[in-house]
Structures are given as C-alpha cells and as structure tokens.
C-alpha cells in the first residue's frame, strides 16, 4: 500500500462547471503526478509536481491547472469541465529506490462530464 | 521524443498457456524499462523494471530482460492464470535519475479457464 488516496472516486458533472480533484499522500514523498487514462492511449502526464508550490506541465495540460500547498496534497482542477475531459485520472508518488524512480498509482478517480 | 510501442490486445489465452507482450521503445538516452499491471477497477502496480542493458526484470512468475540491441522489454510468463487477466502497460524514464514516465498503450489479457 502506497498510501496514496484520490477524492472523490466517481464524479458526474455538467460541461462548463469547475471540478477539483483531490490526491493525498502519507509518505512526504516530494514528486507526485496527474495522468489521465483513456483507452488506446495508457496514461498521459497531466501536471507534476517537485515540490510545495512547484509544478510543471506534462504532455496533456490545457484545460488544467494544479496546486500543491502542502506536500501531502496535489490538486487537480478542471477550471470550467468539458466533454473532452471525461477520463479516469490517476494520482501518483514517485520515491526513489536508490537505482531508479519508481512511480505508485492512487486507485483512480472517474469523472463523467455530461 | 522518447516512446514506447506495444502489441494491440486483446490477448486471449487459455489457462497455462504462454504468454508474450511485446513492449519496443524509442529513446536517445539510456532508460529505466518497466512493465506495471491494473487489474478492473484499480490503480496502477509495478510489476517488474529493468534499469540497464541485459537486466533481467522478474516478479510473481513474469519476466522481462532489457534488450538494447532490438530496444525492446517483451513480457513473458510460462504458465498464466485466470487471476492474471489485467492490462500490462510497459513504460520507460529517460534515464535512471529521472522522475517521467513514458507509457505505452496498454495490453489487455484475458485467461479463460
């Protein structure tokens, strides 16, 4: 168990409203990740963080945005939802083994944006 | 940009068959290869990784060895499970002090009794 928790799990929403989704460690690991997954494409890096109040864009970030205040929350929001954006997303840590990163994945959350 | 290209599923086995995923990649560097699994409904979990040329990954029966001359990390178990059946996404970081993850597309496997 990487002690890794995404709120909420599911989540239905209306295009146009804003969506925050919430990952929270238990580790105080410093790097934590946004993928989203959608079939034919494995999971594609949203935002990343380095730290509190260090991020960074990954491949998929328009229509993003995240904040990392404290280094046990990363959050995810949908400034204003559209269809496009209906996904499973995944939270993930990435601790250091002393020979390479490895990354540990939340359970998910899925979002449906009607 | 770096890549990773896997064989197009389903893959459908009977139980004790063979199995293979094919994972190639592309990259400039010298990356860390892995092979993460998510049974319905979860998250993903690491399977096994190979970080250098000619290491062979190994966990719960499955193997993978790092193949720079063919740049590939095919997955392989000799005898699956019903209880295997999941999708098998094999990933790469750039190199082994970075933090990225390159996934491919996934590979969903059915075992049938």
């Known amino acids: 168990d990487a002690g890794i928790t995404q709120s909420p799990r599911h989540k239905v929403t209306e295009t146009g409203t804003p969506v925050t989704l919430r990952c929270h460690q238990t580790?105080?690991?410093?790097?934590m990740y946004w993928y989203r997954q959608d079939p034919g494409h494995g999971l594609r890096l949203i935002h990343y963080?380095?730290?509190?109040?260090?991020?960074d864009k990954g491949e998929v970030s328009d229509g993003y945005s995240v904040s990392r205040s404290k280094t046990e929350d990363f959050l995810l929001t949908l400034e204003s939802a559209t269809s496009s954006q209906t996904s499973v997303y995944f939270c993930?840590?990435?601790?250091?083994?002393?020979?390479?990163?490895?990354?540990?994945f939340g359970p998910g959350t899925r979002l449906t944006v009607t | 940009g770096d890549s990773v290209t896997q064989m197009e599923g389903p893959v459908t086995l009977s139980e004790e068959a063979f199995l293979t995923i094919n994972c190639t990649y592309t990259?400039?560097?010298?990356?860390?290869l892995f092979w993460y699994v998510q049974y319905p409904g979860e998250g993903l979990q690491l399977l096994l990784k190979a970080t250098k040329a000619d290491d062979k990954g190994s966990n719960k029966g499955f193997e993978a060895t790092y193949r720079k001359e063919t740049t590939s990390f095919h997955l392989e178990k000799g005898s699956v499970q019903v209880s295997d059946s999941a999708v098998y996404f094999c990933a790469l970081s750039e190199r082994p002090g970075y933090n990225k993850l390159i996934f491919g597309a996934g590979t969903r496997l059915a075992v049938h009794p």
């Open positions: 990259a400039t560097g010298y990356p860390s």
């Open positions: 963080s380095y730290g509190v109040k260090d991020t």
């Open positions: 580790e105080n690991h410093r790097y």
């Open positions: 993930a840590i990435s601790p250091w083994t002393g020979e390479s990163y490895e990354q540990y």
